[in-house]
């Protein structure tokens, strides 16, 4: 690497689909829905998972680019995810994760009700260097950081196949807001196919909004105009299959469509008011 190139490391915390069997009957376990949706409770006094996926990805155009270029992309992708849990604490990053990786214990677990206090709930990305004076103010705003750190509340109530959460969480990184959601997933187990649906429904506070979204006068360029947002919000709806091949391999399919607010689409740091994501995956699961 060049003395002149910006050394960065990219912490992406975007997460994908763990495996998988039917809620019913199961103990509540600290889960982003993501994964309590699709498998039963992980024993939360001493165990967890590990698992790798390869696979092919669509995303749709969403994020402006400093070129002018689009965002779209498809491909090859390879991911890691698990979960972790010991005598009520957690730390979690499941494959296709909601809400990035989340580290926190468990005040209350049954069959009906999973309440959590999340000591970090971390989603965006992270640069860490020096910053590169051959970059443009386009590039420098297109990359800056978006690391979210998250801490608060988690409640997850479970009715039969469906289960129901709620999540507020605070900035505690730079003081970025405050972020909140309301999901509600439902599972059916077909012979070996655990399909699965989730609704949600995601807020942001206008000081979270200027953080992600937002951009003052001196960052402001003839590309990125300057934008002041309120509170903006999003609702997703994502539909998912998954088939056993084996004891540790499964197959995963995911399809997410995310619609935004105006108060979040009308920031020229987005190209599009909506984003779609398929992704088709083998897991290996240990």
């Known amino acids: 690497m060049r003395d002149d190139e910006e ?21 509540a376990s600290a889960s982003d829905i993501a994964m309590d949706i699709r498998q039963t409770g992980i024993d939360t006094d001493h165990g967890g998972h590990f698992e790798i996926g390869l696979g092919y990805e669509y995303s749709s155009a969403l994020s402006a680019e400093a070129d002018g270029s689009s965002s779209q992309s498809n491909g090859i992708v390879v991911n890691l995810g698990g979960a972790y849990h010991y005598k009520g604490l957690f730390i ?58 998250g801490a608060g509340i988690r409640l997850t109530r479970y ?33 070996n196919w655990n ?3 989730i609704v949600s429904y995601d807020y942001a506070s206008s000081k979270t909004m200027a953080y992600l979204v937002g951009i003052t006068d001196e960052e402001a360029t003839d590309q990125f105009v300057a934008y002041a947002p309120d509170a903006g919000s999003a609702i997703s709806v994502e539909l998912g299959a998954a088939y056993p091949i084996s004891e540790h391999v499964v197959w995963n399919t995911r399809l997410l469509h995310t619609q935004y607010s105006d108060e979040v689409s009308q920031s020229s740091l987005l190209a599009e008011d909506q984003f779609t994501g398929f992704r088709t995956t083998l897991n290996y699961v240990f």
């Open 92 to 149: 979690e990053a499941a494959l296709e994760s909601y809400d990035g990786l989340n580290l926190g214990y468990q005040i209350v677990s049954n069959t009906d009700w999973s309440v959590d206090l999340l000591a970090t709930s971390l989603s965006g990305d992270l640069s860490i260097g020096d910053e590169s004076d051959n970059k443009t103010a386009d590039q420098k705003l297109v990359e800056r950081d978006s690391l979210y750190a």
């Open 7 to 27: 050394k960065k490391i990219l912490m992406r915390f975007r997460i994908i689909i763990p495996a998988l069997f039917a809620l019913s009957g199961a103990i």
């Open 159 to 191: 009715l039969g196949d469906y289960v129901l959460q709620g999540r507020i969480v605070s900035d505690i990184y730079k003081d970025n807001g405050v972020r909140a959601s309301a999901r509600a997933g439902r599972n059916w187990q077909l012979r």
């Open 195 to 197: 399909l699965h649906g």
